[in-house]
């Protein structure tokens, strides 16, 4: 067996587990933690693959700045919710299912358009990637970036509102 066969077993079984235990933790803190080990793995796989500058930017992108911006909204947001340790267990059969149909269908949507065609192994260079990202796709860009401020200041009004401020 070869090393990065092994290697993509290892990360993605950790995968895997990490994003369960994302859906299935207690304490929203501890579920986005267990997202930050998820995005690394997808690092991890990036780099194993050969995408060094893909890799580097979801540590930057995702690990270092979307995940600090969740834990600031959900430390400024806490609520008394759920303090009894008490769930709702009687939608967790209509959630399995759902899952699985989704499972079903982006499987069967995967397989009808992309079949048997193989990856081109060519590498692409940080140059080529940035003069991509930053021409063509400039404007998702910047609304992603605007999103997320409206989303941090959305975040702060409301914890003020709560806390009588």
């Known amino acids: 067996m070869i090393a990065e066969h092994v290697a993509f077993g290892i990360i993605a079984a950790v995968m895997v587990a990490s994003a369960l235990r994302v859906v299935t933790a207690r304490d929203i803190v501890h579920a986005a933690l267990y997202l930050v080990i998820v995005l690394a793995g997808v690092a991890a796989l990036f780099l194993l693959v050969g995408a060094e500058f893909t890799g580097i930017t979801q540590v930057l992108i995702y690990i270092g700045a979307v995940i600090v911006l969740f834990l600031f909204g959900i430390m400024l947001t806490r609520s008394d919710f759920d303090q009894d340790g008490e769930t709702d267990h009687k939608r967790k059969l209509p959630a399995i299912l759902t899952a699985l149909l989704l499972l079903a269908v982006m499987i069967g949507a995967l397989v009808d358009r992309f079949g048997d065609d ?23 860009f910047e609304a992603v970036s605007v999103l997320l401020l409206a989303a941090l200041i959305g975040a702060i009004v409301i914890a003020r509102r709560e806390q009588g401020g």
């Open 118 to 140: 193989r990856l081109d192994p060519t590498p692409q260079t940080t140059a080529q990637v940035s003069d991509e990202l930053f021409s063509q796709y400039i404007v998702p």
